[in-house]
């Protein structure tokens, strides 16, 4: 006799033969008969109908059939809520059972059913319940007020509960503190402001006492907790670090990786000098590695997290490199981890063991894998400056294995390698172009030009080479087509006698056959280039170029330092902080890692500050992109070239004289005249700030007509965005918006390939043209765009009403944030309404519409408000005087079509004003009103 | 480089859809429902501790299920618009959960498999079947194991208390005399400070055993050199000791552990200041240390494989030939010893002759399976023969690995043993005893 019995009813009336067994006299058919409903629960079967006939079964001595009452009650009680009511007597009077069982399960039952008619019946029972003999009883209740406050935290502040929690931290049973701290943590959350876990050395010491009694989830609930919490120095940080290690050796994987958040963070505020500072990160790695003997799931989870921990503190598991090392069998989202982090760990002592597995798995089975691991010899090449040669050399070898995805990775991080060691291993080239015809993806093919390109004088059949490319230019992706323009432009200059006809035909094919943007730009800026002045061209194109770096993506220092704050969470496994997910910012505390401070008076305070990263070691050391750098757009960015030219020889003389007639026959024979003014900008200054003048030039005029500008504000923090920040403010001129934005870059690295998207809004603000970032912005410089906008992009009503929802991407990432824009941006210029038609409409609107709003400490009088307000499109259309007081009546109109009107009473002696709206959308008046208060008051 | 279509109204929405799955992260904690699912992808049993989820949202997981091409290769973690699904595969079984508030995914999981060991503890097994079979246990079962998300009993000692594992004896009695299986009054041990013990255990034969297994895992290259070696261990007990018995189990050589868990029931102050163990045990079977003997330690290879598996270029057929020796067995027999070979794809079929045992091939998954039995020194096992590849396929790039399993009783490979075990608190003598076996873990050998 098995459940699965309670599976097979007939088909036929099988809800109505259910209410009959339910209402069976007999106590064991009625038994019976639950089972069979909750069994059709389990597979998700609608068994709601029986609502009623179930709840009757609930009067019972028989625990079973309670419990399984019960069950069927949280799962349906929010489709029945009258009914639901039935039930509550039950529960009340189970809450006063003498069995602490039933009372337990009563109240636990009861926080379940998310109804409010029911909740209202809670609150006595949950009080007696908190307070209960029994400490079983008093660690459900603990839970229950969590539930509650997700269902009615009004009510639950009102009632008291919260500070009954409270109290219940200091309870003598560690299962009830560690119950109300983790009900405690759910409730901050959803209000951070609230100071709910005040934590304060006693409380912490209890939390601490409690860790070593409660289980292990309790320990988990505790741990995080002491997470959030900053001790006062070094020595208080310590003493907990010490109560915390224990945890360390704990079978439970998540008290483990919690105990290594609260170390990890505390341990910034330790001196490094510290001997314990030492034991504890001698402490840190063997944890971590036995981590990595568990279940896959577990493991994965785990090594996100380490990941994070040796970019921190790389030195805790440098020892362990050999944990890492990938078993065949291994799932391969384990394997993809344990790559990266061998690759961050990978030193000139242990480049040797690396390298040799790495060649290993380039011969596995799984493609991604495989390509990870070509990728990672070449991070080894770079980050290891010892190794390079044994990195090339092992993949010269794969190469020779002619398997096509393997080539083509090692190419792509052949190219890297060049970057990074200029003019040392150009002997492979010719092996690579052995390759070339077997290249079939866009990044190798990109690779591959580069390199021809840039060694262009040592391959005796470069033309050849890039000329094969040129036949089916339009076919190749924009990535290699940007490559191809450039390599042939650097060939023309290495060797101008042999190329020029290649170099007219690239230059046609740019920016005569091409849609590209992108692409049009690059080729008329090389053409002018080339044809006034090539010394400054060769100058440009061949400018010796920045290194790149070793750290290819390691995280943002303050990203990772706030991350480490997230050990075990989500956000470590994303490697994302919450804050990114969080709209405005609203509702997320940043976490922070604790400065150092020293209880004694140490030398070592200065030294705190920098622990992420170290800076770059040199200002022109660039991290390497996703794509190949345009040589040209790094033109602001190289070192200055200064002094004489590179050579005066006949060659260069012989390039003049091309240019002087070829060039420039090409140019007149084509009817071409490129516009005069960009040039001597582009060449001047960097291309970016240049246009952005021209920006300027054109919003500067219209701000002095156009209505209300806010300064910028910050919309988007550095701390959130991988260093990008973005301050910013709306304008309207002449009929136009536009967004002004100000860019800075607070990282380390250059950003490039911004762009900007709105998500649908209220009004349907849209961007009418593309970002305009046309210099990639090197760390520190800032730029400023003014951004237009249209408004027929797709609406969606938003909450509250002017909020926009903005994401911009660059070369890093892409980042989300959401502004309020003020609503005057979109009053129109032809918003003034006739007289009649005003009067008509004011009686039309009804009178529920009307809003009624005081600006107040606004001393102006009629006319200084009506002018100020119509340089902001809103129209004075009639104004009266009654008894002494000035009424002006108004309107205006958003680009919607939306008429608003308005009603201000201005008593003389009174700075308050009365603004009266009407409007058919009486959602917008809110907003109108606020749009009054800036105009006015500014 | 990414153009603009690629972040495009996609990329936004999705955003959106994460606004808003936090704005639940912040309502609701920790595991919201579970869905049981099989290796043919139905759904067979769901449980919703809050609202019900419907079923679609494993829509997404299949997806991913379909991408992974092997069931283990599904991610642990996957991201859905409006959820967070955290998975563990078991027993050809998925459970998934879905997740609603940002919560440490290692709770989950460890919860994930604490659920599973329950229903193996319970019924014997954790498949579909016995699922299926006892689904108002399993249900009730998961309803004490979790409370809005927070675990409330998970210790098998205290479950037994409050809902009684099924029997047959226990269901013809129960259909009898209508009696349940649900426990009636609180278990005492919920609330004692030794949680995982509860009071009255009685025995008429008191019996303390340890079981030490240690685990090799092992990365050998094609040389035969070490790569990477560690030893896993574990002592596992089984206590049936009436009262409250307080035992000290003491090692020759404890200073053999180093990185060392610990089930919640073992004073750590003890071993940290004495290096012994010093607890009062669950009652019946439990894990009483894991502990790790690291590669820096020298761990002893006790197999030795040679291998020579060649393709020929151009032609449909390779040679395929191993053989395996015994290395440092410390004087043991080694026994159980398996070899399995994921042969690259092209490979039709093998003609082999085993010296010993028996092999198998399957042209499905293209796993070479050989049960070889002892190792008898005299004559070494090996196994010969002929591959038969695909005709006109290039010959294969990868070299398969060798994956060993293998048994040593009577040791611990790491020299771990057991000095002795006293009792304390309790007047009677209990019978003692302690297992030593020592196996393959994940035990490779590249070719």
Known sequence: MTDSKYFTTTKKGEIFELKAELNSDKKEKKKEAVKKVIASMTVGKDVSALFPDVVNCMQTDNLELKKLVYLYLMNYAKSQPDMAIMAVNTFVKDCEDPNPLIRALAVRTMGCIRVDKITEYLCEPLRKCLKDEDPYVRKTAAVCVAKLHDINAQLVEDQGFLDTLKDLISDSNPMVVANAVAALSEIAESHPSSNLLDLNPQSINKLLTALNECTEWGQIFILDCLANYTPKDDREAQSICERVTPRLSHANSAVVLSAVKVLMKFMEMLSKDLDYYGTLLKKLAPPLVTLLSAEPELQYVALRNINLIVQKRPEI???????????????????????????????????????????????????????????????????????????????????????????????????????????????????????????????????????????????????????????????????????????????????????????QQVLSLATQDSDNPDLRDRGYIYWRLLSTDPVAAKEVVLAEKPLISEETDLIEPTLLDELICYIGTLASVYHKPPSAFVEGGRGVVHKCLPPRTASNESAESPEAAPTGAPPAEQPDVIPPQGDLLGDLLNLDLGPPVSGPPLATSSAQMGAVDLLGGGLDSLIGSTNFTPPAAAVPASLGAPIGSGLSDLFDLTSGVGTLSGSYVAPKAVWLPAMKAKGLEISGTFTRQVGSISMDLQLTNKALQVMTDFAIQFNRNSFGLAPAAPLQVHAPLSPNQTVEISLPLNTVGSVMKMEPLNNLQVAVKNNIDVFYFSTLY?????????????????????????????????????????????????????????????????????????????????????????????????CRAPEVSQHVYQAYETILKN | ?????????????????????????????????????????????????????????????????????????????????????????????????????????????????????????????????????????????????????????????????????????????????????????????????????????????????????????????????????????????????SGMPDLSLSFMNPRLLDDVSFHPCIRFKRWESERVLSFIPPDGNFRLISYRVSSQNLVAIPVYVKHSISFKENSSCGRFDITIGPKQNMGKTIEGITVTVHMPKVVLNMNLTPTQGSYTFDPVTKVLTWDVGKITPQKLPSLKGLVNLQSGAPKPEENPSLNIQFKIQQLAISGLKVNRLDMYGEKYKPFKGVKYVTKAGKFQVRT
């Open chain 1, 317 to 503: 598991l440098k020892h362990e490199m050999k944990v890492f090392f990938v078993k065949y069998n291994d799932p391969i989202y384990v394997k993809l981890e344990k790559l990266d982090i061998m690759i961050r760990l990978a030193s000139q002592a242990n480049i040797a063991q690396v390298l040799a597995e790495l060649k290993e798995y380039a011969t596995e089975v799984d493609v991604d894998f495989v390509r990870k691991a070509v990728r990672a010899i070449g991070r080894c090449a770079i980050k290891v400056e010892q190794s390079a040669e044994r990195c090339v050399s092992t993949l010269l070898d794969l190469i020779q294995t002619k398997v096509n995805y393997v080539v083509q990775e090692a190419i792509v991080v052949i190219k890297d390698i060049f970057r990074k060691y200029p003019n040392k291993y150009e002997s492979v080239i010719a092996t690579l172009c052995e390759n070339l015809d077997s290249l079939d993806e866009p990044e190798a093919r990109a690779a591959m030009i580069w390199i021809v390109g840039e060694y262009a004088e040592r391959i005796d059949n470069a033309d050849e080479l890039l000329e094969s490319f040129l036949e089916g230019f339009h076919d190749e992706s924009t990535q290699v087509q940007l490559q191809l323009l450039t390599a042939i432009v650097k060939l023309f200059l290495k060797k101008p006698t042999e190329t020029q006809e290649l170099v």
């Open chain 1, 822 to 918: 003020p609503l005057h941006i979109l009053f129109v210029e032809d918003g003034k309404m006739d007289r009649q038609m005003f009067l008509a409409t004011w009686k039309d609107i009804p009178s529920e519409n009307e809003a009624q709003f005081q600006i107040r400490d606004c001393p102006l009088n009629a006319e200084a408000v009506s002018s100020k307000l119509q340089s902001s499109n809103i129209f004075t259309i009639a104004k009266r005087n009654v008894e002494g007081q000035d009424m002006l009546y108004q309107s205006l109109k958003l680009t919607n079509g939306i008429w608003v009107l308005a009603e201000l009473r201005i008593q003389p002696g009174n700075p308050s004003l009365t603004l009266s709206l009407k």
């Open chain 2, 1 to 241: 480089m990414k153009s603009l279509s690629d972040f495009g109204f996609r990329v936004i929405q999705e955003y959106f859809l994460m606004c808003n799955k936090y704005k639940l992260f912040f309502s609701q904690k920790m595991i919201h429902s579970l869905f049981l699912i099989n290796c043919s992808g139905d759904i067979f049993l769901e449980k919703h501790w809050k609202s019900v989820v419907s079923q679609s949202v494993c829509d997404y997981f299949f997806e991913a299920q379909e991408k992974a091409a092997d069931v283990e290769n599904v991610p642990p973690v996957i991201s859905t618009p409006h959820h967070y699904l955290i998975s563990i595969y078991r027993d050809k079984l998925f459970f998934v959960s879905v997740i609603q508030t940002e919560v440490p995914p290692l709770f989950v999981i460890e919860f994930l498999h604490r659920v599973a060991d329950t229903f193996q503890d319970y019924f014997g097994e954790c498949s579909e079947a016995a699922i299926k079979d006892n689904v108002v246990i399993v249900y009730e079962l998961l309803e004490e194991m979790l409370d809005n998300g927070f675990p409330l009993a998970t210790e098998s000692n205290i479950l037994k208390e409050l809902i009684k594992p099924p029997t047959i004896l226990r269901s013809v009695v129960n259909s009898i005399t209508g009696s349940s299986n649900v426990g009636d009054t609180l278990p005492t041990g919920q609330l004692s400070n030794i949680p995982w013990r509860r009071a009255g255990v009685k025995y008429t034969n008191n019996e303390a055993y340890f079981d030490v297994v240690e685990e090799i895992d092992a990365i050998i290259d094609k040389s035969g050199s070490t790569v990477f070696a560690e030893i896993q261990g574990v002592i596992d007990a089984c206590i049936k000791l």
